[in-house]
């Protein structure tokens, strides 16, 4: 699996784009781009994930460097309930499972 | 929709005891991982199973086994339990392996060792 690098912690204000930026350098060509978050102790919850296009659903978007070697998880409209650890996680392959590196802690104000 | 349920939700067992964690997955997911998360840590990988297959093995202690169902359901057992085994354990479970899918996850089972 793709070792990631991520901001231990971000502030946003409420109503405003959370971005949160991830390095992948190493991630190879079969390997996707996960993201999910926990909010306090809960279980940690899809967000999105892509190979090399950009993705959006009704969560966030993904947007994904050409050279794949970093993306941002963009939340358009932070509110305080985005208040969570979000984890950037390289994965693929077959029953491939999802190694959590430290995350980046966003906390949204008012 | 049906979601990740995991049984028990809370446990306490004394040093030296077993527990055994039930995981009963989405239906029609095939695909079952195990996480321990320890206090103020980020999730651990512990051991996945594929089409009732042991598919990955992460950090999980010899004392620990687990295995996967004919009906998809998943058991960690875990045996001479130790105060540092005291976490939570959480079950994710997918379609087709994960690859190119999401993984859900249940609610956890937060195990006291004491």
């Known amino acids: 699996d793709a070792k990631t690098t991520q901001p231990p912690s971000m502030d946003c204000a409420e109503g405003r784009a959370a971005n949160l930026p991830c390095n992948h350098s190493?991630?190879?060509?079969?390997?996707?781009v996960y993201w999910y978050r926990q909010i306090h102790s809960q279980g940690p919850q899809y967000i999105i994930h892509?190979?090399?296009n950009n993705e959006t659903n009704e969560m966030a978007s993904l947007i994904i460097t050409e050279d794949r070697k970093s993306s941002t998880l963009i939340l358009p409209h932070a509110t305080l309930r985005d208040t969570a650890v979000y984890y950037c996680?390289?994965?693929?392959?077959?029953?491939?499972?999802?190694?959590f590196g430290t995350g980046t802690r966003l906390q949204v104000t008012l | 929709a049906a979601g990740v349920i995991q049984s028990p939700r809370h446990l306490i067992k004394e040093k030296r005891e077993t527990a055994t964690l039930k995981c009963y997955p989405i239906?029609?997911?095939?695909?079952v991982y195990w996480y321990q998360q320890g206090p103020g840590q980020d999730p651990q990988f512990l051991i996945s199973?594929?089409?009732?297959?042991?598919?990955d093995k992460g950090s999980i202690p010899d004392r620990f086994s687990a295995q996967q169902f004919s009906d998809y359901h998943s058991e960690l057992n875990m045996s001479s339990l130790e105060l540092g085994d005291s976490a939570l354990y959480f079950c994710?479970?997918?379609?087709?392996?994960?690859?190119?899918?999401?993984?859900?996850f249940g609610q956890g089972t937060r195990l006291t060792v004491v």
């Open positions: 892509g190979l090399k």
């Open positions: 239906p029609r997911h095939d695909t």
């Open positions: 996680i390289g994965a693929g392959g077959t029953a491939s499972k999802l190694t």
């Open positions: 199973f594929y089409e009732k297959m042991q598919s």
């Open positions: 190493t991630i190879s060509g079969n390997e996707y």
């Open positions: 994710a479970s997918s379609l087709e392996g994960g690859f190119n899918t999401e993984a859900f």
